[in-house]
């Protein structure tokens, strides 16, 4: 059984381990993955610049540019000279509980680790770096260290079932599915084609903490997103919102959670004035914000 183990990491190295590059160095480190000639698919938390270091199994190092980066969905693109490296082959089948996979990493180009585990969930779901949720994600049990975000979990047979994100702790990790919508998507983002989403110009409390926040203040329990900050040049601060106003409706829907703050800016109108209801203490006031892609 060791004997069989050894065998897959050793041909998994061999036949694979020269597709998963380094990305950035020194400060952030993360791992990409070489998924078509000359692009390089990595998470969008590991990106700091334009321009990133990209580094080879085989110790070359080359300057890559972003081409697209989906923040809310934690992805990115870089094009980047990968000569003489064969992109991953996608898998064609999604992974199950139980299915053997390995999790591959170069942290920051510091050498291919490859470890072994299996798909212990499947369909998870994690918040991105803006609080957006990604759905549709494997857990898996292949350890990782820290650097290895953005490298490749993939079957026995070294097909890419997912990219690494979110380490869970206590050893479980998610990985975003490698499936048809992540395909399309790297495909748009390599075109340099970003997504653009409505930008409001707040960070927001957890619920749990807003209700202690407002106990502690002596104010009732009320549904709504607690602002914990306002950026000075977003849609929120032209409005008049302040950090400590509970955001409750965007236009005619109600607000109870930080998921149903996204899904009303979505719908929301792009350059055209709507209504804004913030209660500020136990005052409910109306407010008019305009927002931007």
Do not use: C
């Amino acid at each position: 059984m060791l004997a069989g183990v050894q065998e897959t990491i050793n041909s998994l190295a061999t036949t694979v381990g020269a597709a998963v590059v380094g990305v950035g160095g020194r400060r952030h480190v993360g791992s990409g993955i070489v998924v078509d000639h000359n692009t390089v698919l990595t998470n969008a938390h590991n990106i700091h610049n334009r321009e990133v270091t990209i580094t080879f199994a085989d110790g070359r190092t080359e300057t890559g540019e972003v081409t697209g980066v989906d923040v809310d969905g934690d992805v990115a693109t870089i094009a980047v000279d990968t000569s003489g490296v064969t992109p991953f082959t996608w898998a064609e089948n999604e992974a199950g509980l139980g299915t053997p996979v390995a999790g591959l990493s170069n942290p920051g180009g510091r050498g291919l680790r490859v470890t072994v585990g299996y798909v212990s969930s499947v369909d998870r779901s994690f918040r991105g770096p803006r609080g957006r949720r990604i759905t549709g994600s494997l857990e898996h049990t292949a350890p990782l260290l820290p650097g290895s975000s953005g490298g490749p979990v993939v079957d026995a047979d070294g097909k890419l079932l997912g990219i690494n994100t979110n380490r869970l702790g206590e050893g479980f990790y998610l990985a975003i599915a490698a499936d048809d919508d992540l395909r399309n998507k790297v495909t748009n983002l390599a075109a340099g084609e970003s997504p653009q989403r409505q930008y409001l110009g707040v960070s927001v409390v957890p619920n749990h903490v807003a209700v202690k926040m407002r106990r502690a203040v002596g104010l009732p329990e009320s549904p709504g997103v607690l602002v914990r900050g306002v950026a000075e040049d977003g849609a929120a601060a032209a409005a008049g919102v302040f950090q400590g106003d509970m955001i409750t409706k965007i236009g005619d829907t109600e607000v109870a959670d930080i998921d149903d703050l996204h899904e009303a800016l979505q719908a929301a109108p792009v350059g055209e004035p709507f209504s804004l209801t913030v209660l500020r203490g136990d005052e409910t006031i109306e407010l008019e914000a305009t927002i931007s892609e």
